[in-house]
C-alpha cells in the first residue's frame, strides 16, 4: 500500500538511498507509524532539485546535535525533536512528541500539527509541506540563478533574521552549511 505521505509540486532527484534498518529501529516508537513507514519508503535524498532534503534522522542528529539542540531549545525552550528533512531555506521538518512540525529557521515560525489520529496527520503534512514548498519555489529559482546551485548540506541563508513580514532580498542571501547557520541566526537573535 501507497503511503498517504506526499511530496508535492517537486519531482524526485533519483538520488535517494535507503535509511539503515539500524536508524529505523531505533526510530521505532518515536515517530508515528505513518511518517516511519515514509522515510522508509522514500529513503534519504532530495526533489526539486535539492529544494526539499529527507536527511537520516539518526545520522543528522548525531552529527549535528549541539547546533539542533541550541536552536530547539531557544525557540521552544524543551529538547529537540527528530528532524528528517529541511529545506533549501532551513525549514526543518522534525517530529516531537508524536506531533509532526515544521519550523522555520530564518522567519522563527513554527507549524504543527494538533490532531493524534492519522487522517489530522495526513492532512497536516500534505498541506503544509504544500504550502511550505509552494512559497520556497519562485524564490529558489531566484537564489539558485543569483548564488548558483546547492552543494551538499547547503542552504540559502540570510545576513539576518527574516521577519515575519519581510520579503527576503537576493542581495542579503548566501549559501551556507545548514549547520553552520543554524549557530550564526542563534547569535544575530541572542
Not at 533519483?14 to 535509511?19: F, G, S, T, Y
Not at 532530495?46 to 531549545?73: C, M, Q, T
Not at 532580498?169 to 545548514?178: D, G, R, S, T, W
Request: with cysteine; net charge negative.
Amino acid at each position: 500500500m501507497a503511503n498517504k505521505l506526499k511530496i508535492p509540486l517537486l519531482q524526485s532527484d533519483n538520488n535517494h538511498i535507503a535509511i539503515p534498518e539500524t536508524s529505523l529501529e531505533q526510530l521505532q516508537g518515536k515517530l508515528p507509524e505513518l511518517l516511519l513507514s515514509f522515510l522508509k519508503e522514500e529513503g534519504e535524498g532530495s526533489y526539486g532539485n535539492k529544494l526539499f532534503i529527507i536527511s537520516d534522522p539518526i545520522k543528522f542528529s548525531n552529527e549535528h546535535a549541539d547546533s539542533i539542540k541550541r536552536i530547539i531549545e531557544y525557540t521552544f525552550s524543551y529538547e529537540p525533536g527528530i528532524i528528517w528533512g529541511y529545506t533549501a531555506f532551513g525549514t526543518l521538518f522534525m517530529c516531537l512528541d508524536g506531533q509532526i512540525m515544521a519550523y522555520s529557521i530564518n522567519y522563527a515560525t513554527t507549524y504543527s500539527n494538533s490532531d493524534d489520529d492519522e487522517e489530522g496527520l495526513i492532512e497536516f503534512f500534505n498541506r503544509t509541506m504544500a504550502n511550505l514548498l509552494e512559497e520556497e519555489i519562485e524564490l529558489y529559482k531566484v537564489m539558485k540563478t543569483q548564488l548558483g546551485a546547492l552543494a551538499e548540506n547547503e542552504i540559502y541563508g540570510f545576513k539576518k533574521p527574516l521577519l515575519n513580514s519581510e520579503e527576503p532580498i537576493v542581495e542579503n542571501a548566501y549559501k551556507v552549511k545548514l549547520i553552520d547557520y543554524l549557530p550564526q541566526l542563534l547569535d544575530q537573535t541572542t
